[in-house]
């Protein structure tokens, strides 16, 4: 089984892992409340944030060629893709040479983007994504597919994170984010799955709410 990474330890990409299979407990209780809560903060958070949503994406226009919405797939439940939205904070070329992972101070982001990134208001279109399911506010950031076949070559069963809904935030996000390799990532994400409960889902968007404030492990 792995074992979180601290500040001495280093772990190399070429390295082998298997991921155990860990299989989400049946809580219907939990379910339920979890996708209501879903729906109730998706809704809210629509309203509030509609008038700065139109200012923000006016201002992404005009600082750069392009919409100010940008749809990538992305897998979700059982490996079924989905289009994600985020407000565009590269340029329309970011990717013309294939994807890419982020990077601190990538040269692709706009002027307004890396605020954006920064921030996470790039993220605030995915409360759509909340409210037609596709997501859910906490869970496994939401990956490509592209990226699941380079990571499932060194991470053998990367994929199981696919076992529950994708979130917006979740507890590999608040333990470090982009600053996490995959290998220790995985480990997070598997962790949530196991002891998944509406404690755990607290808990990580009070963290995340900290977070926002203080830039941790944004790109």
């Known amino acids: 089984m792995f074992q979180k990474r601290n500040n001495k330890q280093k772990i190399e990409h070429s390295r082998l892992y298997d991921v155990p299979d860990i299989k989400p407990k049946n809580k219907p209780f939990y379910s339920f409340i979890k996708r209501t809560f ?6 809210t958070g629509i309203v509030i944030a509609f008038i700065p949503m139109v200012i923000i994406g006016i201002i992404i ?15 979700g439940l059982n490996g079924k893709p989905f289009m994600l939205l985020k407000f565009r904070s590269m340029y329309l070329d970011a990717e013309d040479e294939g994807a890419k992972w982020a990077s601190e101070n990538d040269t692709r982001r706009t002027r307004v983007g890396g605020f954006l990134r920064k921030s996470r208001i790039d993220e605030l279109p995915q409360l759509i994504n909340i409210l037609k399911g596709d997501m859910s506010l906490v869970g496994p950031r939401p990956e490509r597919p592209f990226f699941y076949n380079e ?3 060194n991470i053998h069963g990367f994929s199981h994170r696919l076992n529950v809904i994708p979130g917006l935030t979740g507890l590999a996000q608040v333990n ?5 390799l995959p290998e220790e990532k995985i480990v997070y994400d598997m ?8 404690w755990l ?14 830039s941790d492990g944004a790109r």
């Open 38 to 43: 879903d729906i109730i903060a998706s809704l």
């Open 61 to 75: 226009c005009v600082d750069s060629k392009g919409p100010a919405i940008y749809k990538q797939e992305r897998l």
């Open 151 to 153: 990571f499932e070559k």
């Open 176 to 180: 470090g984010g982009y600053d996490l």
């Open 191 to 198: 962790e949530y799955i196991k002891n998944r409960s509406l």
């Open 201 to 214: 889902d607290l808990k990580c968007i009070f963290k995340t709410v900290a977070i926002v404030f203080n």
